[in-house]
């Protein structure tokens, strides 16, 4: 089977490095392999399996995600959490970066995107922090990097592509996701506060009371909307895919009939942009089904994880946890997350779930790692996408990654090392 394996690695590499769309060699490689190495099985089945692979019922819950995003992206529930954050914390030593920290979680748990939370928070909030005194190294990477705090809190889109392949539970993962979330934003605010005192940057003046208040008033529509998913799967209201139904209906119902600032054509805009964008995920899923049943039937995951990389159920704990962190954080510097999670879950899962390892916990570590993965250097999704909205070369976008990125390697061992961080709510929500 090694041969299977250089086949489409060299595929993979030759057809990425030429141009081609992510679906484009996983269905050439997968193609490929069943022509030269398993001749009598029809390709017919990669058809099938392409099919097969977009079928799962929890799918559905991606595009009316997405549906909801776009819509509150479009609205004010973006600009009614800036403004709650700031007039609560905004006077803090560090106060505006840590605004940028909370505001991007608040709407990562509105979006699910972190892409959608680049564009919604970083564009007004960026301008700021250059006005205050921070270097634009130091607004862009926070910006991005907060922003993928979006995966691990829910709804996430990656949780669910990770549960579909998996089989993982997709309400467990939702829940298990807020305490590493929340761990990540506290890591930031203390980068930022230490940032801020670096600088010698002065306090900004403390909101009033009826600032507050009013700020508080504005926001408590849009922060129902994270409490609305969470309650609802938490008390066996509905499952997570009819937890997507009813995120779009609220979100229609705020941004037009109660905020009253979006009209049936943004609607209809937001519409075909969630075609748009879920087009291409299904496509990506059903590609990463196909090539997945594919390297299964080869038989390559036990070649790379016996043969290669000597990993086993005897292999340990944390042997199998920080071998899977850097495969998916490695892999997801270099290919769109959902790609990473198709290709590599396969292999990946089975081996940490024989050695015990709650199913869980492994979830919840692999999206972190891909949504640090995704702001890493040198093709990380949310750089380019920062690169687009921001208008900055590559160059300045990435310069001031690091110290974020060390900060969220520091999150995945600390994860790994005191597993209650994610399994802590998961008990506590799931408890027989």
Not at 308 to 315: D, I, R, V
Not at 317 to 332: H, K, P, Q, R, S
Request: charged share 10%.
């Amino acid at each position: 089977m090694t041969g299977v394996l250089i086949l489409i690695a060299a595929v993979l590499l030759v057809l990425l490095l030429l141009g081609f769309p992510m679906k484009v060699p996983l269905l050439s490689a997968a193609a490929l392999t069943l022509v030269l190495f398993f001749p009598d099985v029809d390709l017919a089945v990669l058809v099938q399996q392409w099919i097969g692979g977009i079928k799962p019922a929890a799918l559905i819950a991606v595009p009316m995600f997405i549906l909801a995003a776009e819509i509150m992206t479009r609205g004010q529930s973006a600009d009614r959490l800036l403004e709650f954050v700031e007039s609560w914390i905004g006077h803090l030593r560090g106060g505006l970066p840590i605004t940028s920290a909370v505001s991007c979680t608040l709407f990562g748990a509105i979006s699910g995107s972190t892409q959608a939370t680049v564009v919604a928070i970083g564009q007004p909030l960026r301008p700021r922090l250059l006005r205050a005194g921070y270097p634009d190294s130091f607004a862009t990477a926070l910006i991005i990097n907060a922003s993928d705090v979006a995966l691990l809190i829910p709804p996430s889109i990656g949780m669910i592509v990770y549960g579909v392949v998996s089989g993982t539970s997709i309400g467990e993962l939702f829940i298990a996701g807020i305490g590493p979330g929340l761990l990540i934003l506290l890591l930031f605010s203390l980068l930022c506060w230490w940032k801020t005192r670096q600088l010698g940057i002065e306090r900004a003046p403390r909101a009033s009371a009826a600032d507050r208040l009013a700020a508080t008033r504005r926001a408590l529509i849009p922060l129902g909307f994270p409490l609305l998913i969470i309650g609802g799967i938490y008390s066996g209201t509905f499952s997570p895919t009819e937890a997507a139904s009813v995120s779009v209906l609220y979100a229609i119902v705020i941004e037009m009939l109660v905020f009253r600032g979006l009209g049936w054509s943004d609607v209809r805009e937001a519409a075909l942009a969630t075609g748009l964008v879920t087009a291409v995920v299904f496509v990506l899923v059903g590609a990463g089904a196909a090539f997945s049943w594919v390297i299964s039937f080869a038989q390559l995951p036990s070649v790379l994880i016996n043969d290669l990389l000597g990993l086993g159920a005897e292999s340990g704990y944390w042997t199998i946890l920080l071998t899977v962190a850097v495969a998916f954080f490695v892999g997801c510097m270099f290919v769109d997350p959902i790609v990473v999670i198709l290709i590599l879950t396969p292999i990946f899962h089975p081996v940490a779930t024989s050695a015990g390892i709650d199913p869980v916990l492994v979830g919840t570590l692999v999206i972190l790692q891909v949504a640090i993965g995704s702001a890493t250097p040198p093709f990380g999704v949310d750089i380019f996408t920062a690169v687009a909205v921001f208008r900055k070369p590559y160059k300045e976008i990435v310069v001031g990654t690091p110290p974020f990125i060390v900060t969220l390697l520091l999150a995945s061992v600390l994860l790994i090392a005191f597993p209650d961080i994610a399994l802590f709510l998961r008990d506590l929500a799931f408890a027989e």
